[in-house]
Nanobody
C-alpha cells in the first residue's frame, strides 16, 4: 500500500508565492515520475508539472517560468514552488506518483487527496 499526502495550500494574493509538498509513504521500492495536477469545478484535471527520478521536468505552458517542481528521492517527496500567482491558478492541486512497490513488478499510479490553492484579491 502507498499513500501520498499533500500540504502547503492556502489563500494568497495575486503575485504572491506558495510552496506545496507531497510526501509518499508505504511499501515503496522506487518512484519513477512524480507530478502535480490541478482541477477546478466543471473542468478536467490537468497536468501542471512533472519530474522524473533523474530530474527531467515538464511544465504546462500556463505555468512555465512561474512554477518550479523538485523532488527529494531520499524522502519520497515532491515539491511545487509557485511564484507570481494569478487568480487563474486557483484550483485543487493533486500530486501523483508512478510507484514501484517492494517486491513488485512494474509501476502503478497513486494519487494524493488534494490541497486547495486560492489566489484572490
Amino acid at each position: 500500500q502507498v499513500q501520498l499526502v499533500e500540504s502547503g495550500g492556502g489563500l494568497v494574493q495575486p503575485g504572491g508565492s506558495l510552496r506545496l509538498s507531497c510526501a509518499a509513504s508505504g511499501s515503496i521500492s522506487s518512484i519513477y515520475v512524480m507530478g502535480w495536477y490541478r482541477q477546478v469545478p466543471g473542468k478536467q484535471r490537468e497536468l501542471v508539472a512533472s519530474i522524473t527520478n533523474g530530474g527531467t521536468t515538464n511544465y504546462a505552458d500556463s505555468v512555465k517560468g512561474r512554477f518550479a517542481i523538485s523532488r527529494d528521492n531520499a524522502k519520497n517527496t515532491v515539491y511545487l514552488q509557485m511564484n507570481s500567482l494569478k487568480p487563474e491558478d486557483t484550483a485543487v492541486y493533486y500530486c501523483k506518483g508512478d510507484v514501484r512497490i517492494l517486491s513488485g513488478y512494474g509501476t502503478n499510479a497513486y494519487w494524493g487527496q488534494g490541497t486547495q490553492v486560492t489566489v484572490s484579491i
